[in-house]
């Protein structure tokens, strides 16, 4: 019996296949769909009388989001990833084959697979919704298009444009799409059906004829082949393998037979499937997922029965960098905003910061000029009281003052209904010190965005002791309404993200001072994975918050070791970073990205000549370190948190799974014995903490033995040797 597809066939001989999974907000292709596909496409064959064939969705919000990557979690093997394609692969290709043409009509989410059957169509419809995106975002997996996406796409959109696409996993707009001729037409969602019968029946039963591009004959498309290669290895640093692999074969195909393409991408999927970046990277998405789905620990009961209601209606308080960043990702997401400050001159600089988001945001495609006008106008500043009692949700992001924060909560307890959570952004400061002289602190949660609010996916929400279940589930329920990631975390000092990455900063402020060159210690973590180096990081945090998050914690964790006054001299002479023009880097005109010349005299005369090895020891096992004390002092639950935050957070080297599944990697005891040499060579901070000790002796790591992948994978150069020279 057909569950996952229904079928139709008009008066006028026209197949509609719609699909519909059961229990469920989305389409996948796991193979029972396939198989149902399969079944369906013995009829399309067979039936004289058929003219054309629709394929639509059912769903909301999905067309169809792709293959079911479970399959590529169980049993790994090249024989079994190769059955997965080839199925695929035969099962697309009966529908570019059918006699007469096919429309796909999108709604929704159609993305790598889901897209691919679209592609084996004749024509693509799309609806204007905002929900529709199509894309191929393989790549950003670790593996690539391969049930036809990287032969089909080029030949209809052009070498260019396919490579931009599946290089860089893009989801397009069906505006965008519509641009690159990646769809045909965009068409109102509740007319999708019919405008597909007439295009049917304009077609008078004839097959699309092939389209042709001159970017995909030589010399111009070698040209473009090398452009595309360069501007890839800059983008990846050489540690993603598959957009280069995806350019490859969407090259060869313009070449090659049809079903030769097709080989050549089954082929190159499973060299990259069977890689360790690609199963990190494949954990991460599962991470993702698992962060939609949060759920309360079971030490606090069961979830209230009846969730609150979506959040119409907010109070943000500061309308600093912070504070105006949330302000603007609430009415992008369609909430009534009342943003308040002390005066005027606050909120004239929040408004012109939330302003400049929105222009910015246009220009990039990600709004229009109507909608991003009407998200600026549901913001409403003031610095006088009004009434609150509207309000359904409070963000206090103002200055990390402890005390000022205390008595901002304190007025505002009385004045919004009983049933208001009240936040904190704070980045450092204690949830229960801030919700001590309360009437009700179980009312009290922080809920802590990171910087820039309309770029960073990830929220800690932050569980003081006397926070309760139903502010927590109102907390989780609202983060996935903003539609941002979740990762609940204990009241400690500086959270989860904060924790582990102070004493990664810490350590080059102290490399720094001892005499390593600036552009060396950024440049071995840059070659790592990091997105930038650490001193680049702190002058995009800015360094006068770097140093108040710093000396916050330097009380609270007593392992974190001395920190020198580097960073009190550079705010002394008002180098803040980026923010302020100079810091460790000169961000004037003309010199961006350039070393800050003046930092001479905080430096020895002689600079040290950097180890790379044993400099990027001192960074990385930092993290490492503090990663597991957040396990070992259940700051979180499980490895996963810290891992899937520390990616989401700071952008840590995705491709090697975070900073536990790294130190698993490596071997927990060769992580103890290089934090043991460390501390016996550089300072007792880096003692490895007792749990990272104890799981040493027992042998244990954080992680399940994953099942053996039999793929050679060259080591990165961190694991072959610490003492090669970068002099």
Same mark, same amino acid.
């Given at each position: 019996m057909n569950q996952n597809i229904q079928r139709e066939v008009s008066d006028a001989g026209i197949a509609i296949l719609t699909f519909d999974r059961p229990d469920s907000?989305?389409?996948?292709?796991?193979?029972?769909?396939?198989?149902?596909?399969?079944?369906?496409?013995?009829?399309?064959?067979?039936?004289?009388?058929?003219?054309?064939?629709?394929?639509?969705?059912?769903?909301?919000?999905?067309?169809?989001?792709?293959?079911?990557?479970?399959?590529?979690?169980?049993?790994?093997?090249?024989?079994?990833?190769?059955?997965?394609?080839?199925?695929?692969?035969?099962t697309f290709d009966r529908i570019a084959r059918l006699p007469y043409p096919s429309v796909a009509t999108i709604h929704g989410a159609a993305l790598g697979g889901g897209f691919e059957v679209a592609l084996a169509c004749d024509y693509r419809l799309a609806s204007g919704d905002s929900a529709t995106k199509v894309g191929l975002p393989e790549t950003k997996l670790g593996i690539l298009p391969a049930w036809g996406g990287l032969t089909r796409l080029p030949k209809l959109i052009g070498l260019p444009n396919a490579l931009e696409a599946v290089m860089s996993g893009r989801q397009y707009s069906a505006e965008q799409a519509?641009?690159?001729?990646?769809?045909?037409?965009?068409?109102?969602?509740?007319?999708?059906?019919?405008?597909?019968?007439?295009?049917?029946?304009?077609?008078?039963? $004839? =097959?699309?004829?092939? &389209? @042709? !591009?001159?970017?995909?004959?030589? *010399? +111009?498309?070698?040209?473009?082949? #090398?452009? /595309?290669? $360069? =501007?890839?290895?800059? &983008? @990846? !640093?050489?540690?993603?393998?598959? *957009? +280069?692999?995806?350019?490859?074969? #969407?090259? /060869?195909?313009?070449?090659?037979?049809?079903?030769?393409?097709?080989?050549?991408?089954?082929?190159?999927f499973i060299e990259l499937a069977l890689t360790e970046t690609a199963q990190n990277l494949i954990g991460i998405f599962f991470l993702q997922e698992r962060a939609k789905k949060l759920k309360l620990p079971k030490e606090l009961g069961p979830a209230p029965a009846a969730p609150r209601q979506t959040v119409h209606r907010g109070l943000v308080i500061g309308a600093g960098v912070m504070g105006a960043g949330i302000a603007q990702w609430l009415s992008s997401r369609g909430i009534r905003v009342i943003l308040k400050d002390i005066g005027p001159a606050p909120l004239g600089n929040g408004m012109r910061s939330i302003a400049k988001l929105y222009g910015e945001a246009v220009k990039r495609d990600l709004f229009s000029e109507v909608e991003a006008r009407n998200g600026f106008d549901r913001i409403l500043p003031i610095y006088e009281e009004v009434p609150?009692?509207?309000?359904?949700?409070?963000?206090?992001?103002?200055?990390?003052?402890?005390?000022?924060?205390?008595?901002?909560f304190a007025d505002l307890e009385p004045r919004v209904r009983s049933d208001v959570v009240l936040a904190s952004n704070t980045s450092a400061l204690s949830i229960d010190a801030i919700a001590e002289s309360l009437q009700h602190p179980e009312r009290v949660v922080g809920i802590h965005f990171f910087n820039p609010v309309h770029r960073m996916q990830l929220v800690e929400i932050v569980r003081g002791t006397k926070t309760?279940?139903?502010?927590?589930?109102?907390?989780?329920?609202?983060?996935?309404?903003?539609?941002?990631?979740?990762?609940?975390?204990?009241?400690?000092?500086?959270?989860?993200?904060?924790?582990?990455?102070?004493?990664?900063?810490v350590e080059a402020v102290r490399l720094f001072a001892a005499g390593y060159r600036i552009e060396n210690i950024d440049r071995v973590m840059v070659d790592f994975g990091m997105p930038m180096g650490p001193l680049r990081l702190m002058d995009e945090v800015g360094l006068d918050v770097a140093e108040h998050v710093a000396k916050e914690?330097?009380?609270?964790?007593?392992?974190?070791?001395?920190?020198?006054?580097?960073?009190?001299?550079?705010?002394a002479k008002k180098w803040l970073g980026r923010k302020s023009g100079k810091g460790f880097y000169d961000y004037q005109s003309g010199r961006e990205g350039k070393t800050n010349s003046e930092l001479g005299d905080l430096q020895p005369a002689e600079p040290e000549i950097a180890n790379e090895g044993d400099l990027r020891d001192r960074l990385v096992l930092s993290m490492i370190n503090e990663a597991a004390r957040t396990i070992e002092e259940k700051v979180v639950e499980v490895p996963e948190d810290a891992d899937?935050?520390?990616?989401?957070?700071?952008?840590?080297?995705?491709?090697?799974?975070?900073?536990?599944?790294?130190?698993?990697?490596?071997?927990?005891?060769?992580?103890?014995?290089?934090?043991?040499?460390l501390r016996d060579r550089v300072g007792t901070y880096f003692a490895p903490c007792q749990l990272l000790a104890e799981m040493a002796n027992r042998g244990g790591s954080f992680y399940p033995e994953r099942n053996p992948?039999?793929?050679?994978?060259?080591?990165?150069?961190?694991?072959?040797?610490?003492?090669?020279?970068?002099?």
């Open positions: 907000t989305a389409n996948i292709f796991d193979e029972r769909t396939l198989d149902e596909l399969n079944d369906h496409l013995d009829f399309l064959e067979a039936e004289k009388s058929l003219q054309g064939l629709i394929i639509q969705s059912a769903k909301s919000k999905i067309f169809i989001a792709g293959a079911d990557l479970n399959t590529f979690g169980k049993e790994m093997s090249a024989a079994r990833v190769a059955m997965a394609i080839e199925r695929g692969q035969k519509l641009k690159r001729g990646m769809i045909d037409s965009i068409v109102p969602r509740k007319q999708l059906t019919a405008a597909a019968v007439r295009k049917i029946q304009q077609v008078e039963g $004839k =097959k699309r004829a092939p &389209r @042709t !591009h001159l970017s995909n004959r030589p *010399p +111009l498309s070698k040209m473009i082949k #090398a452009q /595309a290669e $360069k =501007k890839g290895m800059a &983008r @990846t !640093h050489g540690h993603y393998p598959a *957009p +280069l692999k995806a350019l490859e074969v #969407a090259y /060869a195909s313009l070449n090659l037979p049809y079903e030769q393409s097709l080989e050549n991408e089954k082929n190159r609150l009692r509207e309000v359904e949700l409070v963000i206090e992001a103002a200055v990390e003052k402890l005390e000022l924060k205390k008595q901002i309760d279940a139903t502010t927590l589930n109102t907390a989780i329920a609202f983060v996935r309404q903003i539609g941002k990631l979740p990762v609940l975390v204990k009241d400690s000092p500086g959270f989860l993200v904060n924790r582990i990455l102070l004493p990664y900063l914690l330097e009380s609270r964790l007593k392992h974190l070791g001395p920190l020198n006054d580097t960073l009190n001299k550079m705010i899937f935050a520390m990616i989401v957070g700071t952008g840590w080297a995705p491709f090697r799974g975070g900073p536990l599944r790294y130190s698993d990697h490596l071997g927990i005891a060769t992580v103890v014995s290089r934090l043991n040499n992948i039999p793929s050679a994978e060259t080591e990165p150069q961190f694991e072959k040797g610490r003492h090669e020279s970068d002099a």
